[in-house]
């Protein structure tokens, strides 16, 4: 079982702090923009005697607000009855994967991608089989030669996570195209990540695995946490037409018993009605990355790629080892009595001689944060490349 | 993967709701008491304008609270850096079983036992064996030869739920003291359950896995689902002194991010200056067991042995096949508009030949509704065995 690339340097970060020490955390994806008011006042208006249980599956009405938002997006043949809300899109890859593999069965993914999928893997027993993205290239989508090759009659299925963690490439319409042909070939489960739908700054248009038209094959994973910026309240679902995969999803749901209630409330409540929030925060992280990216690409010796989606970078640094590099921020650096917090991008590659000088970095500050991050980022570069070891 | 023997059968209730047929719930644990008033009141406090992630390992203030908590049960050396706190119970018993074991290692607890452990245990790749508890014997802890005749090198853990679900059993301090020898003799761990610890009805002392003095074989299951009727907040923790469980449980709690924001205020709030409420959810229940047992015991055919914890009870049935009874009441019986609902016990068992003619029953209902439940059950009996088929 890997640790979390995103989490494992928290017991630094916390021992910085006690000394004082003010960290910009770039390493979480935990966006500063407020939670819709409507959401929060939800929250103060449940007006229950008992906090119970709610159905395995989740409350119809959080699920028949899913369908009309998915019905926005032009993807209108789901119904409720194909959507499971979990604790979170943690718990939807989770049981997506347990529901669809057996252990020993394998999976391709694209690296450099979210860590803790491979940790999901792992508790599965599921091999996970990657091709690899580059730096060079944007991140974009490997050709399907790659994918054919690691391609055994033990692999299940592809998981994509478009926009992606962390990189924030985005699958044009032709890429998932081709990922449909190659799925139908072999008969493969698709599982789409699509919790960063609507952080897509490119102008082609966003094509969701639901639209692809292979029911029996696609399982879309999502989420409220990152677009209504209430990460804490944990609700995510699974969404899918294939009807054995919601049945076996489900016995695992009812094993747990039932997904957050008060989250649930909140979520239901921030679906509808928070168009105008979503504009604004839509903006907000449009104009982050046109900012960070050009700053971090001002640095001598780093390289971000511009990410067309979600609100992460990986950004090459001239170091050679940037987890140490990371570590030495959190233990050693101090500029101002502030410091930053980066997520070392080794651990969202498999192949232990990828991304050994990337990091992981999360735009979810506000400008002047931002700002700072880039000031303590260049001066923490070149203390770190000058000290004396 | 089984089905839930608590859920399974809801589609069922479900639909006669759906025919406007009143349905008893005696299948599952949710209790009718409200929730603690300091708890809602913290609940409508709650005043934060993002509802961000909280720590892996869940809030500090939370387990300083758990801390005082299980002081106050003479527990004294429990500290917050041995609580981990998860999405309910249910994610605790996951959690400790994917870091105590590896796929093909093995589990023993006793039957009839808690269905959903078998479905975290498939989960994660453990087999079960499975010591057996008699209804004559009141569900007694089965004597240590028959635990001796399933350990096998590959046995790494007894997990104990006390008191007991479904059974209501308590373990004496005798049993205990010879459970711990057992598990020192073979170095086993000992998993126990003890989300129902303030509902026992004996008059002997309750002794907790923690009091045994066996900090690295030991590990606690609590949630404060049932003890504050919140179950649907979705909060519970894994207590343990072993570093090694604990570093290797943050693992998955760090994959999974973090536990749900909402319910951490309302369990923290919930701990503290609720002792008059403790009291009187008890002495509800003993009382609802009393009425409840003997209600029972005096339709023609049904037996249940007394519980001395919890609030459930496993009775034997005037029938061969109590599922199908379960089933034919929700599809079939209805007695002024209302029928009952009751899990099948047969699911509780790894013996498929056992427990066929046994129901777990919840007395989690007020007083004039088991009273009325009561009566439905000897009803529906009653047709049932003069149907014509």
Redesign the interface.
């Known amino acids: ?4 690339p ?3 340097l ?1 017991p630094l970060a916390n021992e910085a702090k006690r000394q004082g020490v003010k960290v910009y955390h770039l390493n ?1 994806g ?6 819709p008011q409507k ?2 006042d939800a ?2 208006a ?1 007006d ?9 599956e989740g409350f119809l009405g959080l699920r028949e607000k899913m369908v009309g938002y998915y019905a926005k997006f032009g993807i209108t043949d789901i119904a409720p009855e194909n959507i499971i809300v979990t ?2 899109g ?2 939807a890859i ?1 049981l997506t994967f ?1 529901a669809c593999m057996n ?1 020993g069965d394998e999976m391709i993914m694209v690296e450099p991608g979210y860590a ?1 999928y491979i ?2 893997a792992v ?1 599965a ?1 599921i091999v996970v089989k990657t091709v690899t993205s580059y730096i060079e290239d944007g991140f974009k989508l490997p050709p399907m030669e790659a994918f054919e090759e690691v391609i055994t009659p033990r692999t299940r299925a592809i998981l994509l996570c478009n926009p992606g963690n962390p990189t924030g490439a985005v699958y044009s319409p032709e890429d998932l195209r081709k990922i449909r042909e190659l799925v139908l070939k072999h008969d493969l489960y698709l599982i789409s990540d699509e919790v960063y739908r609507e952080f897509v700054y490119t102008e082609e248009p966003y094509v969701s695995v639901m639209s692809l038209g292979i029911p029996d094959n696609a399982i879309l994973i999502d989420s409220v946490s990152k677009r209504y ?6 609700i995510g679902m699974i969404v899918t037409h294939n009807r054995l995969v919601y049945d ?1 999803v489900m ?2 749901c ?10 649930q409330i ?1 979520a239901e409540a921030s679906i509808e009605g928070t168009e105008e929030y979503s504009r604004e925060s839509y903006k907000e992280y449009k104009s982050r990355r046109d900012f960070f990216i050009k700053g971090l690409n001002s640095i001598p010796g780093v390289y971000s790629p511009m990410p067309h989606g979600a609100f992460y970078t990986v950004a090459s640094l001239p170091v050679a080892d940037a987890e140490d590099f990371c570590r030495w921020c959190l233990t050693d650096f101090r500029m101002d009595g502030e410091t930053v917090m980066m997520a070392p991008a080794a651990g969202f590659y498999r192949n232990p001689d990828l991304g050994r000088n990337q990091v992981r970095l999360a735009y979810v500050l506000c400008r002047e944060d931002l700002q700072r991050s880039l000031m303590l980022i260049r001066g923490a570069l070149k203390a770190y490349n000058h000290r004396e070891v």
């Not at 229950?48 to 395995?56: A, C, F, G, I, Q």
């Open positions: 079982m890997p640790s979390s995103i989490r494992k928290a979480i935990q966006p500063d923009l407020p939670t959401a929060l929250l103060k449940i229950r005697k008992t906090l119970e249980y709610s159905p395995s604790a979170g943690s718990e989770l347990l252990p803790n940790s999901f508790t027993g910026s209430e990460c804490g309240i944990r076996t016995k695992y009812q094993a747990r018993l039932s997904p957050p209630l008060l989250g909140v």
